[in-house]
């Protein structure tokens, strides 16, 4: 059975970090593209980054670029999310998500197959 299982997330003061852990089981990851997405109140869920296993070909919303870094460890068959100078618009529910493909940028959340169970982060003061 496919599962993602998410770990991290939390309450940040802003310009704090956090690291978000994917952790695929029931499939290896080189054959699959990871995305993280988040989605609050009232809003369409939102791509935030992705990751083709297979090459390493990353993707950032420009929203994040320059303050999240996408990246996987093989061996784990684990994604990880590093947010950093995080700001209070980035408090949302996220997700990861997997869909078996060598492409991720620009997919919308629908074309991904499998979910993880969703992670509160809380940019505050």
């Known amino acids: 059975q496919l599962q993602l299982v998410e770990s991290g997330g939390g309450l940040v003061q802003p310009g704090g970090s956090l690291r978000f852990s994917c952790a695929a089981s029931g499939f290896t990851l080189p054959y699959y593209a990871i995305g993280w997405f988040r989605q609050v109140p009232g809003k369409e869920r939102e791509g935030v980054s992705c990751i083709v296993s297979s090459d390493g070909n990353t993707y950032y919303a420009d929203s994040v670029k320059g303050r999240f870094t996408i990246s996987r460890d093989y061996a784990k068959n684990t994604v990880y999310l590093q947010m950093n100078s995080l700001k209070p618009e980035d408090t949302a529910v996220y997700y990861c998500?997997?869909?078996?493909?060598?492409?991720?940028?620009?997919?919308?959340?629908?074309?991904?197959?499998?979910w993880g169970q969703g992670t509160q982060v809380t940019v505050s003061s």
């Open positions: 998500a997997a869909v078996k493909s060598r492409y991720c940028a620009n997919y919308p959340y629908t074309a991904y197959d499998y």
